[in-house]
Each structure stands twice: as structure tokens, then as C-alpha cells.
């Protein structure tokens, strides 16, 4: 997979951050299509509220989540078996690969992490998507569904102050190689907020399944 060598110009993409390289491109699937695919994520699929454990005790995850694709994925110490490909799903997946292959950078994806928020209640923790079996430099591609709920970004490194990415419907926030290393999210509760569903596209080399 070729590296990020360049910025994308304002067509490509708009870089949030040059090294790693963060870039937001939006109107992934263009209006009704959007609006359709929220929709029939949000009815079809089987949402799974898991319970982890956290500090010694177990709590419910505060949102919905469905793993998807092919790879079997260990997550928060927990092995998750995929549900197989939705054709909601599969349509944004080559969505995402198209426009990436637009803005010059080829990449593929066997498995995506499903949130699904229905309130502003219900958030991400921080974290970094840098579980052994995505490699040391993970592409990740994170395609956002319905309210517009900033990611809060944060340098482990403390280099630079946190900063909020706004993630509107349709849009696709790319995590370039180096992201995870370098910086953890987080989705923050709000107070007022609808229904949001993220779909975060990942590859898992088949030696690690
Ligand atoms: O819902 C979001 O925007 C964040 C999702 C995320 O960080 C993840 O799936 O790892
Ligand atoms: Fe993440």
C-alpha cells in the first residue's frame, strides 16, 4: 500500500492533519442514498450491546455495536465473530475504496466495527484502534451516518492540544497510517443529539485470523 506522500488538494479530500495523515472527504453516497443507508443500517441489522470489563467490573457498552466482514476481531480482551457482509455495508465499503482510489491512495477492508449512538447519551471512550492484529501502520476509514458528532482527537505525546474533527452525515474521515500510534480518540457524550451510525473499515492481515 502506497503512503501518504502528498496532501490532497481541496477535490481529494480536506487534510485535517498532514503527518499522520487525517483527511475528511463528504457526500461519500450523495443525499437520498445517505439518508437510505442510515435507515436500513439502523432497521436491519441486529445491534449487540456487549458487556466489558472494565476495572475489575463489567459494564454494557454505551452504544450498539455489529462487527462485520471476515475476520474474527479481538477487541477490549473479547473475541467477537463477525456477522457476515450486509449489502448495505458492502455498497459503502467499495464507496469508500472508490473515493480513496480517487484521491490516489489504494486500500482494501475485510472487516468493519458498527456503532450505532441513539442519544447524545451514548459515546466512545478513548482509545486507539492499534489491537496487534491491524498491523503497525492501520488505515482505517470511518464512514458517518446521520448527526453530526465530533471525534475528539489527542496526542499520546501531548505535542499539541486535543481537537475536534466534525464527522457530518455522509461523510468519510481516513485515518492515515500512523493515527493510531500517535493519538487516541474518543466520541464525547452531547446533550442534545440523534441517531448516529459509524461504520469504521479496517483490514486485518489473513495471517492474523
Ligand atoms: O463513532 C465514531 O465516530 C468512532 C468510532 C471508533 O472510534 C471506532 O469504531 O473505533
Ligand atoms: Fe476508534
Known sequence: MAPFDSLFDAFHGEALLA?????RFT?????????????????ELDWQQPRLRLYGREHPIPRRQVW??????????????PTPWHPTVVAI???VIRRLAEAGQAARFN??????????????GWHSDDEPELGPAPLIASVSL???????????????PAFNVDQPHDSLLLMGPGTQA??????????????????????????AR
Do not use: C
Not at 503527518?19 to 483527511?23: F, G, T, W
Open 19 to 23: 503527518s499522520p495523515a487525517l483527511v
Open 27 to 43: 457526500d461519500l453516497l450523495g443525499g437520498p442514498a445517505a439518508d437510505d443507508a442510515l435507515a436500513r443500517l439502523d432497521r
Open 68 to 81: 462485520m466482514g471476515d475476520a474474527r476481531y479481538r477487541y477490549s480482551g473479547r473475541d467477537f465473530l
Open 93 to 95: 465499503r467499495d464507496a
Open 111 to 124: 472487516s468493519v466495527l458498527l456503532n450505532r449512538y441513539a442519544t447524545g447519551q451514548e459515546r466512545m
Open 182 to 207: 500517535e493519538l487516541e480518540h474518543a466520541l464525547p457524550a452531547r446533550r442534545h443529539a440523534g441517531l448516529r451510525i459509524s461504520l469504521t473499515f479496517r483490514w486485518i492481515p489473513p495471517a
Open 146 to 160: 446521520g448527526t453530526d458528532r465530533p471525534l475528539r482527537f489527542r496526542w499520546k505525546d501531548h505535542r499539541a
